[in-house]
């Protein structure tokens, strides 16, 4: 079933290559076309099946729309996203009921797919149903926005449909906006759906039904995307066409190639540079550098909380008194990120941002007084894992991490593990201690609470059980007096400081490299260029 | 006709006899694959909030929370039938993938061979011949330094070179540039489409992207190929066919090419066959370095996910190819010394 289709997808991409597009492609200058090169795959063009990579939910965000789109702000000169304004993007507006229980959503009227058929309410039922429906990875996303079934998203009229909610659910809206909730072509979509598949999940991996800002003109997975602007898109911030007409995504997988097509300006873009180029990147006379800290992320030194002896919050608090905290984000990163350690609050944090740098500092008498308390004087023996995709930035810290514990009697055994090897031991709690990164899509601090911080789930990281904090983040979740939410986040945030399930220690710099002429870039939460906002000078 | 006819009998019992082999390559891969720690099913699942269902139901989807006898044999079925599996990493077929791939992985192996063929043997005849001489330790040192420096970095060294600095060679990255369309799909063979297309621009920017990885290739299997034919050549040069030939007063040339070197050139030609199947899955260096779409680097990425079906589809192949090298080989036998396929 498959070579037949793939034949006439053949045929027709080197129908297009050969006969249209080089005369096409002639015409549009270099300067209208952006080479992106990436260490990384695209593997469909599906955000929601299972192992998508975080490159094929980059290339989404640029293919497809959402209902919503998170605003962008610019902190230190450089453009971040801003979850507090959320602007519609399929939608034109919507309404929110005075007890948050129904949006009301108003689609744009002149939205059309890049088929040309005109975007109905009907199409998008469709798509949020599948949302919360299909056997993918969305569902388990739009539960924490309280989006859980078909019922829940009624057509109003032909432009026009609601959302209720059971409860005031504060990440409903921000939810629609995650590279999950792709708004679907279904008339499209409903012609591959079959029997056994009626979402059509198996034909949207290599194909579209898309309404986005660039249309998919071909792709070699694992090796090319080729992007193509949709002239009669809509969903811009003020209405306006992205200035780029044709996106060109590469794979390249070796780090210092991707630099040197950079320096020699044959290539414009690339975000996942080894960190040792960057500073060189920095004085190049053809790429700039935009480093801004992935500020919905953390760098994160995890203990095993339902095992000995870290089942012990002293022992915990013993390690947080003992890491080298400067040395170690100096040698990890250079410097290159912002510090969570080292704040001089103590008791309450001074407001509820989330993560916050926590007071974590240098001690080794009081992780010495503290393992004493703890009952273990004379230290005990651990090991410490990282994967071997994080060796460049968690192999300095591991060093680091014997070394000082060794001071106070803990003695350390470095695991450096592959990647699948320790997803799976971290997903099945097998590993004590370790270094790891998290970075939720959502940057609310309830969010990071029930994220990272509940359940008898993969994330939480520590396997951390504390009732009061499980109480707080689901009365937070549904909280509408903003100064009950904040109290509610505030003690959150004083229990985690206190018992230390995992020390945050820092969130490393995105460093995206750039032809000099490219302006624009912006950090998105999902880590991703999103092509749409760039512009050459 | 019978010589033709010999030959090829033997080659169909060498490929009935390879099956065996081949089977026992499937079921080690097979069972090494899981042994191997490493969960594909939470590795895939990774997704913000995917949780423990999410695993579950990757894994029945997978056929993983089957017994693995059984899966071994649905597995041997879905082979036998032409089907292994479909790739996590890049959401494909195997088949699909491996059809696409592995004309880049065998056009580059190929032109790389040929490079090193070239290289090799005037070099080993040239140090055959005065032996002890500059030019015998010139060939040793180049043979020692092709040998002693890893591909990534004389690869790395030649796009430095050549890219950065010089910028004589085009951008190192996959079989063209990317700005420029590539061939319609006929074999697969860049050359090969461009040459029967008639697309000469095309054939030149598809060569000269090639030329690099090829180079740096040859540059490693430069020593095995040279010292062999070195040795040989004096071996055969010392035996006494050669000293009538010289005493008869024949021309040297025709001495060194058609006597001597004909006779010495079995033992090389086993080591090229060996050589060419090593570099074809060893390549992945290369391939990574350049950005080359071939099956090796795909395998790598395979196994670094723990993604079971392509790392199986490749070491079978690889397998396939061996046995298939060693028969051509055998048959090249024959035309290099007529005794041997004498049974």
């Known amino acids: 079933m498959n070579i037949p289709r793939r034949a006439v997808f053949h045929l027709a991409t080197g129908a297009t290559l050969a006969g249209i597009l080089p005369v096409d492609a002639r015409a549009q200058s270099r300067a209208e076309t952006l080479r992106y090169v990436t260490g990384a795959n695209i593997n469909t063009l599906d955000p929601c099946v299972p192992g998508t990579t975080r490159e094929s939910f980059g290339l989404s965000m640029n293919v497809y729309d959402r209902l919503f789109a998170f605003g962008r702000k610019q902190v230190n000169g450089n453009w971040v996203f801003d979850s507090s304004v959320i602007r519609g993007e399929l939608a034109q507006s919507y309404e929110m009921s005075a007890d948050k229980l129904t949006i009301t959503i108003h689609l744009r009227p002149d939205a059309t797919w890049q088929d040309g058929s005109p975007v109905t309410a009907e199409d998008i039922k469709w798509s949020l149903d599948r949302a919360v429906s299909a056997k993918s990875l969305a569902p388990p996303q739009f539960s924490t926005g309280s989006l859980t079934s078909p019922d829940q998203f009624r057509i109003v009229d032909a432009k026009t449909l609601t959302v209720s909610l059971t409860k005031p659910d504060r990440l409903a809206l921000a939810n629609l906006c995650v590279p999950y909730a792709i708004m679907i072509n279904s008339k499209l979509a409903k012609q591959h759906a079959t029997a056994d598949d009626p979402w059509a999940l198996e034909w949207t991996k290599t194909n579209t039904a898309a309404s986005g800002a660039y249309i998919v003109e071909s792709y070699k997975p694992g090796e090319s995307v080729i992007l193509r602007r949709n002239e009669a898109w809509k969903g811009g911030a003020n209405g306006k066409l992205p200035f780029f007409r044709r996106i060109i995504l590469q794979t390249v997988p070796e780090a210092a190639t991707r630099a040197n097509l950079i320096e020699r300006g044959d290539a414009d873009l690339s975000i996942d540079l080894a960190a040792s180029d960057i500073p060189t990147m920095e004085k190049s006379a053809k790429a700039k550098v935009i480093s801004v800290p992935q500020t919905n992320g953390f760098t994160h030194i995890s203990m095993n909380t339902q095992v000995a002896p870290f089942d012990n919050p002293k022992v915990r608090q013993a390690i947080g008194a003992a890491l080298p905290y400067e040395n170690m984000f100096q040698a990890s990163l250079f410097g290159r990120g912002r510090r969570l350690y080292d704040a001089s609050w103590t008791g309450s944090p001074p407001n509820i941002d989330f993560p916050q740098p926590m007071p974590l500092k240098t001690d080794p008498a009081r992780a010495k007084q503290l393992l004493a308390e703890a009952g273990l004087p004379n230290g005990f023996k651990t090991s410490f894992a990282f994967s071997t995709g994080a060796a460049a930035t968690a192999e300095p810290v591991a060093a680091l991490v014997k070394e000082a514990l060794g001071k106070v009697g803990i003695d350390v055994d470095i695991q450096k593990k592959p990647d699948a090897e320790f997803n799976t031991m971290e997903a099945e709690k097998k590993l004590p201690f370790f270094i790891d990164a998290g970075t939720a899509w959502l940057p609310a601090t309830y969010y990071y609470f029930y994220l990272y911080f509940t359940r008898d789930q993969r994330w939480n990281f520590a396997s951390w059980k504390n009732t009061r904090i499980e109480e707080l983040a689901a009365l937070a979740r549904f909280e509408t007096d903003p100064a009950k939410y904040e109290a509610e986040c505030k003690e959150m945030i004083e229990i985690f400081a206190d018992q230390q399930p995992l020390l945050m220690v820092w969130q490393p710099n995105h460093d995206a490299v750039m032809a000099k002429s490219v302006d624009g870039y912006t950090y998105q939460f999902y880590r991703q260029a999103d092509f749409r906002d760039l512009v050459r000078a | ?343």
């Open chain 2, 1 to 343: 006709m019978k010589t033709f006819l010999a030959i090829l009998r033997r080659v169909g019992r060498r490929l009935l006899f390879s099956l065996p082999a081949l089977l026992g390559v499937v079921v080690v891969t097979f069972v090494l694959m899981r042994v191997l720690p490493g969960d594909p099913a939470v590795f895939f699942a990774a997704g913000p909030s995917a949780g423990k269902a999410e695993i579950d139901e990757l894994r029945h989807q997978m056929g993983l929370d089957k017994p693995m006898p059984v899966q071994l044999v649905r597995y041997l079925g879905d082979v036998a039938t032409g089907n292994l599996g479909r790739s996590l990493t890049t959401g494909q077929p195997v088949v699909a993938d491996m059809r696409a791939r592995l004309p880049a992985s065998l056009e580059l192996t190929c032109t790389a061979l040929v490079i090193a063929l070239f290289l090799s043997i005037p070099l080993g005849v040239a140090a055959a011949l005065r032996p002890g001489s500059p030019i015998d330790h010139g060939v040793r040192m180049l043979c020692t330094l092709g040998v002693c420096v890893p591909t990534f970095v004389s690869g790395l060294l030649l796009i430095y070179v050549f890219y950065y600095l010089l910028g004589w060679a085009p951008d190192p990255t996959a079989r063209i540039d990317i700005f420029a369309s590539t061939p319609p799909d006929i074999t697969g063979f860049y050359l090969i489409d461009f040459a029967l297309t008639g697309d000469w621009q095309g054939w030149w920017a598809a060569f000269t992207q090639l030329l690099l990885p090829a180079f740096t290739m040859a540059l490693f299997v430069l020593a095995p190929l040279a010292r062999m034919t070195r040795a040989s050549m004096l071996a055969v040069l010392g035996s006494d066919f050669i000293r009538t030939a010289n005493a008869l007063g024949l021309k040297p040339l025709r001495i060194v090419v058609a006597y001597a070197l004909r006779n010495a050139l079995l033992p090389v030609l086993t080591i090229t066959g060996i050589v060419f199947s090593t570099m074809l899955g060893a390549n992945v260096l290369v391939e990574k370095v350049f950005s080359w779409p071939g099956v090796a680097s795909y395998a790598l990425d395979a196994l670094l996910a723990s993604d079971y079906a392509p790392v199986q589809a490749f070491v079978l192949l690889m397998a396939t190819i061996f046995v298939l090298v060693n028969v051509l080989i055998d048959i090249l036998y024959g035309v290099a010394d007529p005794r041997v396929s004498v049974e």
